[in-house]
């Protein structure tokens, strides 16, 4: 029996058991060859980093940058108060309130400022826009006046934002809280106006405001309760002195009448 010649390559493929057509491609392959297609899903499933977003100013370091941008030329109090982004009142409320906690009585200056304090009150009670009159929002105030006010308001503002922090934000979101802030701030300023030769009459009404001032400028619902109790330690007070002086008439009168 003769021995058959070997196939050529033309016939290797057709015979039967010659290699797969998948095993000939993985030999004439290069040894250093690697497949794209596992490299480019490795590269679509590497996850990637995600950017921290950016961190939002305080307003205090808000405060600041205004006092520079208004360092040199003058500016109208409705530019300033624009320039604040809807914030401008509250800190307004709280640079006018701030020099009445002192226990003495500022007689004089307690008038004037405690009635602009009830405008301001009034105006968000009945749920609208904090209104000034127009001949006061257009004056124009010398720069050196704008950057130590707001200078000076940036320091207060970075020393409250120590213990402020948007907390229950429900308060503030809620049409009633916003009107109950107006109505006790209306109602303190109201008191502060009454010129009384008495110690601690401009503190508690002036601490009522500063604490809901303070409260609106960071959505603080903690310090809105704060100075809710104020207001009610506020009332407290001059029903006291209420009481105290009605006594104390009684007591003239029938000293006067009985003599």
């Known amino acids: 029996m003769g021995l058959k010649p070997p196939p050529t390559r033309g016939t290797m493929c057709a015979c039967r058991g010659g290699p797969p057509r998948g ?36 307003f205090s370091e808000e ?45 004089g200056l307690s008038t004037p400022f405690g009635f602009v304090i009830f405008l301001i009150g009034a105006r968000l009670a009945l749920g609208r826009r904090p209104w000034l009159p127009q001949r006061l929002l257009e004056r124009e105030l010398p720069p050196r006046f704008i950057t130590k006010v707001l200078g000076g308001a940036g320091r207060v503002v970075r020393w409250l934002e120590v213990l402020l922090r948007p907390r229950l934000g429900f308060l503030h979101e809620q049409v009633v809280y916003r009107r109950i802030t107006g109505t006790f701030i209306m109602l303190s300023g109201l008191l502060l106006l009454l010129p009384l030769p008495i110690p601690l009459t401009n503190t508690f009404p002036a601490l009522t405001v500063v ?49």
């Open 63 to 107: 405060l600041q940058s205004l006092a520079a941008q208004f360092a040199d030329r003058s500016a109208r109090l409705e530019e300033v108060l624009a320039a604040t982004q809807g914030r401008g009142f509250d800190l307004l409320l709280l640079l006018i309130a701030l020099p009445f906690i002192t226990p003495i009585p500022l007689l």
């Open 23 to 58: 095993l000939l491609l993985k030999w004439l392959m290069p040894i250093n060859h690697k497949p794209t297609q596992p490299l480019a899903r490795s590269r679509a499933s590497a996850p990637t980093p995600e950017r921290e977003p950016p961190r939002q100013r305080t």
């Open 211 to 259: 604490l809901l001032a303070a409260a609106a400028l960071e959505r603080d619902g903690v310090f809105f309760l704060v100075g809710s109790a104020a207001f009610a330690m506020t009332l407290v007070y001059f029903g006291l002195l209420a009481l105290g002086g009605r006594r104390l008439i009684e007591d003239l009168m029938h000293r006067v009448l009985g003599g």
